[in-house]
């Protein structure tokens, strides 16, 4: 799941919502620190509730992607989308099928979503705008016991420039996606890459209801043969 599916229905709930985006923030401030569930678990008996709010929404997010990642249908779909990554592209190991089609599924998700209810994309940036992010800051090194000091400019920065409607436009997507190519070293998608991403948005759309129902039909992950996880 990307932040949108993890968010969007605590609204209501401004500190909340905040923890179900941290896991993925510290991903991009610092890929060497996790909001582990051993650490976050102990802050729900906090009695400052805006850190409680914060511990339980990292374990929502924590908990959605448990379920998530082994259902049939984000199998089925990552696979599907790593086959049209891999017939579009080169055969050079820099591009990675296999990231590539697992991102895009969590990514057009979102963007199925907020074409489905754009006022509530606009609700979830309201919403996140009344934390103080150094508030968040001070939180999140608590539970990750590591300096966590760049953490309150880039949520700043990700309330200021607000990428995720960019997914509801292709060009920018692939703008968005050479973005996270980059931070995790791999190859930037070459233009022509926007041809598949039509195909990949309409399958998405047909199976964003099995997607997002958590039902208990469970499978490992899919991986093509050669490639690694």
Not at 132 to 149: E, H, K, S, T, W
Not at 150 to 169: E, G, H, K, T
Not at 178 to 191: A, D
Request: charged share 25%.
């Amino acid at each position: 799941m990307n932040y949108f599916a993890h968010g969007r229905d605590y609204l209501d709930e401004p500190y909340f919502l905040a923890g179900t985006a941290i896991p993925d923030w510290l991903s991009v401030v610092d890929r060497r620190l996790r909001a582990r569930r051993r650490r976050v678990e102990p802050f729900l008996q906090a009695t400052d509730p805006r850190l409680v709010q914060v511990a339980g929404g990292i374990l929502q997010h924590l908990e959605d992607d448990r379920w998530f990642h082994q259902t049939r249908a984000f199998a089925e779909t990552s696979l599907q989308l790593t086959v049209l990554v891999r017939d579009q592209l080169p055969a050079d190991d820099g591009f990675r099928p296999s990231f590539l089609g697992h991102i895009l599924v969590e990514i057009l998700l979102d963007a199925q979503l907020i074409r489905a209810a754009p006022a509530q994309l606009d609700a979830y940036y309201a919403a996140l705008s009344a934390v103080n992010p150094a508030r968040l800051g001070d939180f999140i090194q608590q539970m990750v016991a590591q300096p966590a000091d760049l953490l309150p400019a880039f949520i700043s920065r990700f309330l200021a420039v607000r990428f995720l409607y960019d997914y509801l436009d292709d060009e920018k997507l692939l703008g968005r996606l050479n973005q996270v190519m980059r931070r995790v070293r791999l190859t930037p998608l070459p233009c022509h890459f926007l041809t598949i991403l039509p195909k990949a948005r309409n399958c998405i759309r047909e199976r964003s209801a099995e997607l997002l129902d958590g039902g208990s039909d469970r499978l490992q992950a899919v991986v093509l043969p050669g490639e690694k996880r």
